[in-house]
């Protein structure tokens, strides 16, 4: 069955990148998109943007606008979230999940998640 | 502040019935988009639990139900169980944000 599974924990410094990779098998990886989310110590999910690894098209929530970048590998069916001038409230759990769909379909299955700290 | 809004907690004894609310507006649940359901566990990544509003994906119990109505809707956890106890998010998109993806504010849910 469907299954991403994401890079391992970072320790980030303040005005650092980090970059977050997300490996799916089990299901046509072009054919669905990757999301991602993320979710601070004791907060709520927080819907990040979207890339269709087909073409390689992204959208970004505004919040992160010019400070995210997602890529995709579709030699190695892997996905990327790059952050940059990171700061203290960076600091979260990041998934990336599967959907059917850029908008409308939920989200299945999610990644393990990779906690990023940011801390000087 | 998130977009849609559920209460931050409910509880229940074991066998009850409880619900959690998740409200939104026109130009979310009130625009035709479906609403789906996580639960997510201590320490561990969501879980899908219900999509398109109201159906189950396989290997979830029908103690779980979820249902829309106008621009709110609601998660049914009939025969609660101590494995119950978790977090519960409802998600959706909105129009006004461009298709965007958003969250409730997630619902901790204790079992007494």
């Known amino acids: 069955q469907a299954q991403l599974v994401q890079s391992r924990a970072e320790v980030k410094k303040p005005g650092a990148s980090v970059k977050v990779s997300c490996e799916a098998s089990?299901?046509?990886?072009?054919?669905?998109?990757i999301h991602w989310v993320r979710q601070a110590p004791g907060q709520g999910l927080e819907w990040m943007g979207w890339?269709?690894?087909?073409?390689?098209?992204?959208i970004y929530a505004q919040k992160f606008r010019g400070r995210v970048t997602m890529t995709r590998d579709t030699s190695i069916n892997t996905a990327y979230l790059d952050l940059n001038s990171l700061r203290s409230d960076d600091t979260a759990v990041y998934y990336c999940?599967?959907?059917?769909?850029?908008?409308?379909?939920?989200?299945?299955?999610w990644g393990q998640g990779t906690l990023v700290t940011v801390s000087s | 502040q998130s977009v849609l809004t559920q209460p931050p907690s409910v509880s229940g004894a074991p066998g009850q019935r409880v619900t959690i609310s998740c409200t939104g507006s026109?130009?979310?649940?009130?625009?035709?988009?479906?609403v789906h359901w996580y639960q997510q566990l201590p320490g561990t990544a969501p879980k899908l639990l219900i999509y398109?509003?109201?159906d189950r994906p396989s290997g979830v119990p029908d103690r779980f139900s979820g249902s829309k109505s106008g621009t709110s809707a609601s998660l049914a956890i009939t025969g609660l169980q101590a494995e119950d106890e978790a977090d519960y998010y409802c998600q959706s998109f909105d129009s006004s944000l461009s298709g965007s993806a958003i969250f409730g504010g997630g619902t901790k849910l204790t079992v007494l």
């Open positions: 890339i269709n690894p087909d073409t390689g098209g992204t």
């Open positions: 999940v599967k959907s059917s769909s850029w908008s409308g379909d939920w989200f299945d299955p």
């Open positions: 398109r509003n109201s």
């Open positions: 026109s130009s979310n649940i009130g625009a035709n988009f479906d």
């Open positions: 089990g299901y046509n990886f072009i054919g669905n998109y």
